[in-house]
């Protein structure tokens, strides 16, 4: 008796390992999106304006969401490069098929324009 209770918890022990193993193996890796120098058209560009100043014009790479919140921001310009790219505004995230690779849209630049608070990177 004292034999299948230890074979039991050699089996519950194995399987317990097992499936953290694997647990740590499969979990998906973080996005990391970030601010690159701009130069390769393989990159997303964004012009953005603000009430106090403007334009500013950034590059991203690597997939994620960047957070333009904090001022009172509008959308330009954007050049999607190799990337199918969203953008958050007026609460919900635009367009609702995300814009394709080697995309670019210009939009009419007013103040509060095109409210832009996040874009992403898909």
């Known amino acids: 008796m004292k034999q299948i209770a230890k074979r039991a918890a050699l089996a519950a022990t194995t399987t317990l390992a097992l499936t953290a193993s694997l ?7 973080a996005f990391a999106i970030n601010t690159v120098p701009c130069g ?4 997303l560009q964004i012009t953005v304006h603000t009430t106090d100043t403007g334009p ?17 921001t509008w959308l330009h ?4 490069g190799n990337n199918r790219v ?18 670019v849209y210009t939009f009419p630049n007013n103040p509060g324009g ?9």
């Open 23 to 29: 647990t740590a193996v499969s979990t998906t890796q």
């Open 77 to 80: 310009r954007i050049s999607t």
């Open 86 to 103: 969203q953008w958050y505004g007026d609460g919900r995230w635009q367009p609702a098929t995300p814009i394709d690779r080697n995309t």
């Open 114 to 122: 095109v409210r832009i608070d996040q874009i992403r990177i898909l």
């Open 56 to 72: 500013y014009d950034w590059c991203l790479a690597n997939a994620g969401t960047w957070d333009l919140t904090g001022s009172h």
């Open 40 to 43: 390769s058209s393989d990159f």
